[in-house]
């Protein structure tokens, strides 16, 4: 799947779950908390897109291309998502429960999907994502 399909895959996604959420709880929340929660999807959003990126573009190189990628790819990601965590606690002064429970909640539903697309990739004889 192109990183545009994915994309739009995973922007579905993201209304189709605030539009479930927007009755059940979401509506009762504050203004900054809803802006906490909107950062957390923001953040999530651009890590599966980033992560879904890193696989596209080395799925037809080396493995150890791959893996640098993949996993090189994971711990930038990570480190992206720490600092824009910290940035918006300590710098937008958002309320850190709905951030950090839109982020988990959104970057285990786009792991899962992202797990789901690595299936998906033709492997060769070796073993290795093509």
């Given at each position: ?36 929660v ?35 790819g ?57």
């Amino acid at each position: 799947m192109s990183v545009g399909r994915y994309s739009i895959l995973v922007l579905g996604v993201v209304l189709a779950t605030l539009g479930l959420a927007w009755p059940l709880a979401l509506h009762r929340l504050d203004a900054p908390a809803r802006w906490a929660v909107a950062f957390g999807v923001v953040i999530a959003v651009l890590n599966t897109t980033a992560a879904h990126a890193l696989l596209r573009w080395s799925a037809g190189r080396s493995a150890s291309v791959f893996l640098q990628a993949v996993l090189g790819g994971m711990l930038g990601r990570m480190a992206l998502m720490l600092g824009a965590v910290l940035a918006g606690v300590l710098l937008l002064g958002l309320p850190r429960l709905p951030l950090a429970f839109s982020l988990l909640a959104y970057f285990v539903l786009f792991l899962c999907l992202e797990l789901a697309m690595l299936q998906r990739l033709p492997t060769t004889a070796a073993g290795v994502a093509r």
